[in-house]
């Protein structure tokens, strides 16, 4: 039942995400902030990544996986997740901001119907990190907000790290860090004030097939495989939030 709610609902919950946009969050909210927006990042890359073999199936020509199919799944599994109900924007604070992060990743798997629905084409390049950081870009260009993944071992120039984050990644890196310990750090990037965080991220077993052994063989993408073992840091997503 709720999926079919939100199957109604999802294109007249998005058409309020930039009405009122917040673009800096307040002094009390900006660190919650940070953390919800990674999460709707994590959500929305799982959902792709758990359809990613009807993606690739070259069989199949309309898959099913539209913007409003994955809206629908991030809104509902970030509720089950968060207990924020993104269907529901009068009751969520920040709910434009958040709603701006659903749109961009319906916007990009709307824009990529016509490769995810190509026959007799299997791998199609529409992979978790690519849907990620195009979702980020147009996320960007919504509100200011920076989200990106940044790695060491980054594959996209757009990914590399800047000096915060090769930093941070080395915290993380450090065997004296948490593991699994976000870092999060009000600075100035630019002349203006921002708080800066990163939540790092670990090789799962679904990652080693581009990332794994051997090291330096080509993957299904064409690129070197780093040569990570499960449970190695793989990254971060970083993200920068204006503040008041």
Request: aromatic share 6%; proline share 6%.
């Amino acid at each position: 039942m709720a999926n079919h709610f939100l199957s109604r609902t999802v294109v007249a919950v998005l058409a309020v995400a930039c009405v009122g946009m917040p673009v800096a969050a307040s002094a009390n909210t900006e660190v919650e902030t940070a953390e919800l927006l990674i999460k709707l990042v994590q959500v929305g890359r799982g959902v792709l990544s758990e359809n990613q073999a009807t993606i690739n199936d070259a069989s199949k020509g309309d898959k099913g996986i539209t913007g409003d199919f994955v809206a629908n799944q991030v809104i509902d599994r970030f509720r089950k997740a968060t207990k924020i109900d993104l269907s529901r924007p009068a009751t969520v604070p920040q709910a434009p901001l958040f709603l701006a992060m659903v749109e961009s990743e319906k916007e990009v798997i709307d824009e990529a119907q016509p490769v995810i629905n190509k026959q007799g084409v299997g791998f199609k390049g529409i992979i978790p990190a690519v849907f990620a950081r195009k979702s980020g870009e147009r996320f960007y260009r919504k509100t200011g907000i920076r989200v990106k993944l940044t790695s060491i071992d980054y594959r996209f120039p757009g990914n590399r790290p800047d000096d915060f984050e090769a930093e941070v990644l080395r915290i993380f890196a450090d065997t004296r860090h948490p593991k699994g310990q976000p870092y999060s750090k009000a600075t100035m990037l630019d002349g203006r004030p921002v708080l800066r965080m990163m939540d790092p991220e670990y090789a799962a077993t679904t990652c080693l097939s581009c990332h794994g052994n051997p090291k330096g063989e080509r993957d299904v993408t064409g690129a070197k495989k780093e040569g990570w073992h499960e449970g190695d840091l793989a990254g971060a997503i970083s993200i920068v939030i204006p503040m008041k």
